[in-house]
């Protein structure tokens, strides 16, 4: 059973920044795209960012995302992290990793079949 497990929210200042990271077990991590995306309350989940298979050469972000975060694998860690500068109070949400049917990188929420329990991402102003 492929198991997702994020770490590193918490309560940051407007400018400032924050890591994510997504520990995978159980399955064959380097073989999927992964995907960070975010809900906001009362909001559907949108994609944040995704990430290729393997060497991950190709990443997807959101417009909102372009320029402050980065998306990046270790697949000796079977691990995807979600660096965010420039943090935003709209940036607020839950975030949430997941790992893709396939190798390439989609925007699409159906595309993903394994889901971590989030964790909250609270940006003061």
């Known amino acids: 059973q492929v198991q997702l497990v994020e770490s590193g929210g918490g309560l940051v200042q407007t400018g400032g920044s924050v890591r994510l990271s997504c520990a995978v077990s159980?399955?064959?991590?380097?073989?999927?795209?992964m995907g960070w995306f975010r809900q906001a309350p009362g909001k559907e989940r949108e994609i944040v960012a995704a990430?290729?298979?393997?060497?991950?050469?190709?990443?997807y972000y959101s417009d909102s995302a372009k320029g402050r975060f980065t998306i990046f694998r270790d697949n000796a860690k079977d691990t995807v992290y979600l660096e965010m500068n420039s943090l935003k109070p709209e940036d607020t949400a839950v975030y949430y990793c997941?790992?893709?049917?396939?190798?390439?990188?989609?925007?699409?929420?159906?595309?993903?079949?394994?889901w971590g329990q989030g964790t909250q991402v609270t940006v003061s102003s």
């Open positions: 990430i290729t298979w393997r060497s991950g050469d190709v990443t």
């Open positions: 159980g399955g064959d991590f380097s073989n999927y795209a």
């Open positions: 997941a790992q893709g049917r396939g190798p390439y990188a989609s925007g699409v929420v159906r595309e993903y079949d394994y």
